[in-house]
Nanobody, 119 residues
Framework: QVQPVESGGGLVQPGGSLRLSCSASSSIFSGYTMGWYRQAPGKQRELVAVLTGGGTITYADSVKGRFTISRDNAKNTVYLEMNSLKPDDTAVYYC?????????????WGQGTQVTVSS
């Protein structure tokens, strides 16, 4: 199983919280940059948050202060804690594992998990 597997999506009211999880095999977790992206209907896929193997974190401006990305290397799992959710956060959320070794890129996507923020 090379493809990351997401879980934790669902329906939540505005202002609520959700935690997404992404599990990957050890072969594509160690040394990889793990990230969360999302795609809303009619829009392009966009970066939400990424976390490098060295611990560098990048967030989209739209989620700063509300979302937190973390990884548990022992469990080969990356998490996205989402708080103060807004209707604009509604999207399919995808987990990504990326690594570049010299000129070769390794890029794996999960199937996605739906997050719907609505009252």
């Amino acid at each position: 199983q090379v493809q990351p597997v997401e879980s934790g999506g669902g329906l939540v009211q505005p202002g609520g919280s959700l935690r997404l999880s992404c599990s990957a095999s050890s072969s594509i977790f160690s040394g990889y940059t793990m990230g969360w992206y999302r795609q809303a209907p009619g829009k392009q896929r966009e970066l939400v948050a990424v976390l490098t193997g060295g611990g560098t974190i990048t967030y989209a401006d739209s989620v700063k202060g509300r979302f937190t990305i973390s990884r548990d290397n022992a469990k080969n799992t990356v998490y996205l804690e989402m708080n103060s959710l807004k209707p604009d956060d509604t999207a399919v959320y995808y987990c990504n594992a990326y690594r570049r070794i010299l000129l070769t890129e390794y890029n794996y996507w999960g199937q996605g998990t739906q997050v719907t923020v609505s009252s």
